[in-house]
């Protein structure tokens, strides 16, 4: 009887249940499940395939610039609505809506740092910030920052994630093209190097105009690069796209972009760059200089030597 008597222990009720698979995400290229923690340890990049994750401003900042380093410039240009836009939502409520979202205060980043010691000019757009759209606030942060560059005799690297230019600014937006692509111009006068990084993705306006301006362009690996989408294209064309078109692979092979860089190795790829194409500015030698260097009279010299000789004396002349 004392079997039945017993009072029967009372079960707990759950009200949340705990999910086992807690943290973990499933790629969305493989398919493959990884976990959060292993995600960020591995520079937000799939630790099984390789597929790259989209990195806000911030967390790109950290990956290529020294520690401590970065200073953020330029902050005190705000947007503002000038014409008043107003679609499913008023143009300001959307920039007040992206701040809270982002933290940030607008689709770029720009500032000075340096990269393995080496002095440079860093610009980063957040996709993040109303799809790293280039309005005029964009557009002058860029432009400070190359003017910045050039007086400082800095070089220039621009990291490029963007839908293009932000159609709440319409023609306002557009001449942001203009104005950073004849700011690059007049970098380019002063024989700095400006590279230029595309990621996924890097469309419309912003492709269109600095991000394939740079003296190297470097891509992330699977990045889509172009000006319309893929679909506009097809629609517009009437024909199916190659396979892979608009990725970076396909560019690369077109000609478009002179590199991929997996991100693990990017900050030394960026290094590598840097050395080679700053701190070249040697006095020149003269035909006598040369000789009394290598014992050579200009004669023995190889006949390509000896053009660039006569070459560099006249144009030395001039």
Not at 293 to 316: C, D, N, R
Request: hydrophobic share 35%; proline share 4%; net charge neutral.
């Amino acid at each position: 009887m004392g079997l039945f008597s017993r009072h029967k222990p009372k079960i707990k009720v759950q009200t949340t249940k705990k999910d086992g698979y807690s943290g973990w995400v499933k790629c969305t290229h493989c398919n493959e499940l990884i976990h959060v923690s292993e995600l960020q340890k591995n520079q937000h990049c799939c630790p099984k395939c390789d597929y790259h994750y989209r990195l806000s401003a911030l967390q790109r900042v950290e990956l290529l610039a020294d520690e401590g380093s970065f200073v953020e410039r330029f902050t005190e240009i705000q947007s503002t609505d000038p014409l008043k836009f107003v679609d499913t939502e008023p143009y300001e409520e959307r920039l007040k809506n992206a701040k809270q979202k982002s933290g940030r205060d607008e689709g770029v980043i720009v500032g000075t740092c340096t990269l393995k010691g080496r002095p440079l000019a860093l610009g980063v757009l957040d996709f993040s910030f109303m799809g790293g759209s280039m309005g005029s606030v964009v557009g002058e942060r860029l432009t400070m920052l190359i003017e910045h560059a050039g007086e400082e005799k800095i070089p220039l690297l621009i990291v490029s994630a963007s839908g293009g230019a932000r159609m709440q600014e319409s023609i306002l937006s557009l001449m942001q093209m203009a104005k950073t692509s004849a700011a690059l111009a007049r970098f380019h006068d002063t024989g700095l190097p400006f590279i230029s990084v595309l990621t996924n993705p890097t469309t419309g306006g912003v492709t269109a105009s600095f991000a394939t301006l740079g003296d190297i362009i470097l891509a992330e690996p699977d990045a889509l690069i172009g000006f319309a989408g893929p679909r506009v294209v097809e629609q517009t064309m009437r024909q199916k796209l190659p396979p892979g078109a608009q990725k970076s692979e396909f560019l690369l092979e077109k000609g478009m972009i002179d590199c991929i860089v997996n991100r693990h190795v990017l900050k030394d790829k960026l290094d590598l760059f840097l050395e080679f194409l700053t701190g070249n500015e040697r006095p020149y030698r003269s035909e006598t200089a040369f000789r009394l260097l290598y014992g050579q009279s200009l004669k023995k010299m190889p006949q390509g030597l000896k053009e660039f000789i006569v070459m560099a004396e006249e144009h030395a002349k001039e």
